[in-house]
């Protein structure tokens, strides 16, 4: 899979842009797993050309990273053309627009999903930005609004009409939320469409090598996005990659090894926040982690770790769990 100059491979598998999440620390954690291009947390238009500090530092990038993506949002033209011209001096590989993100306070103002409501407007904005940078420009949207307004086949077209050099689907509508199971068909229609040459990338519900599989063979992807499936996981990568590449389950690594893992996220977090906000931040993938799953009893612990404030509080907690013969 080819965007613009950048060649993903055969079969890539990209970690999804996901706000208090994809910071350069994961990212960087990911990309060691093997994920094939990562993405920045999304990037508001408005704040960024009023050089909102804490905005700007989402542009910060590592060599390590690449191929990597800034994801940007907005609801007006002009703020999202100068955004979009901010972030091509920080050199990303692809810049991306968000028109999916559900969440109320974007979506009722008319950014991330809520441009599903005003599919003129989305145009406008994604064929401006295309032409006001040289560097590769990438949609990432939803199915539609809701249940009765499922428009994806045509919205792809249109997209492609504007100049994206490719396409990601989460497949849900923003009616929908994270609720429910994603629906990969229209997601597969959109790839059948003989219209359509740019790579359409598919997102929502992978969480397993084996899941990842089925649905590059089921519906003919160029490329699986992870989201939610790696938080607290970023091994997730290193699990798809290779039963993509043998046809084979990597055998598990002992529970320490996972553990340290995490450790080392709590860490980086730390370094890149302060001893404050690193621990508030790594809480989402403490509570996310299927590593404790299982484990007898667990929940005292699972929120004394949420409950935490120091990383040598966290530490010792973590350091005290005692796994049963079956799950060691």
Not at 263 to 292: C, M, N, Y
Request: glycine share 8%; with cysteine.
């Amino acid at each position: 899979m080819t965007i613009g100059n950048v060649n993903l491979g055969d079969k890539p598998v990209l970690l999804a842009p996901m706000e208090d999440v994809t910071d350069i620390s994961f990212r960087l954690l990911c990309k060691q797993f093997g994920a094939d291009m990562v993405y920045t947390e999304f990037v508001s238009s408005d704040a960024l050309i009023r050089h909102v500090n804490r905005t700007k530092e989402k542009l910060a990038i590592a060599g390590e990273e690449r191929p990597v993506a800034i994801q940007i949002y907005g609801r007006d033209v002009a703020p999202m053309v100068e955004a979009a011209q901010i972030c091509e001096a920080s050199n990303p590989d692809v810049i991306d627009i968000n028109f999916g993100c559900p969440v109320k306070k974007i979506a009722h103002k008319g950014a991330g999903a809520g441009m599903l409501q005003n599919i003129p407007q989305m145009l406008a904005i994604t064929r401006e930005v295309v032409k006001s940078v040289k560097t590769p420009v990438t949609v990432k949207t939803r199915l539609g609004w809701d249940g009765e307004h499922k428009i994806i086949v045509e919205l792809a077209e249109q997209l492609q009409d504007c100049g994206i050099a490719a396409l990601s689907i989460h497949g849900r509508t923003r009616a929908q939320m994270y609720t429910g199971e994603a629906d990969w068909t229209l997601i597969g229609k959109v790839k059948e469409n003989q219209r359509m040459t740019i790579p359409i990338i598919g997102n929502g519900d992978i969480t397993s090598a084996e899941k990842c599989k089925m649905y590059f063979d089921r519906y003919g992807v160029d490329g699986v996005m992870i989201g939610r499936g790696s938080i607290g996981r970023s091994w997730i990568f290193r699990e798809v990659k290779h039963y993509l590449e043998t046809g084979e389950l990597l055998p598990s690594e002992s529970f320490t090894w996972y553990l340290e893992i995490l450790k080392k996220q709590v860490l980086q977090s730390v370094e890149r926040l302060d001893g404050h906000r690193g621990i508030l931040h790594i809480r989402r993938h403490l509570a996310a982690t299927p590593l404790f799953k299982g484990i007898p009893d667990f929940k005292p612990t699972r929120v004394a770790m949420l409950r935490a404030e120091t990383v040598e509080e966290l530490f010792a907690i973590m350091d005290s769990i005692i796994l049963p013969e079956t799950h060691a």
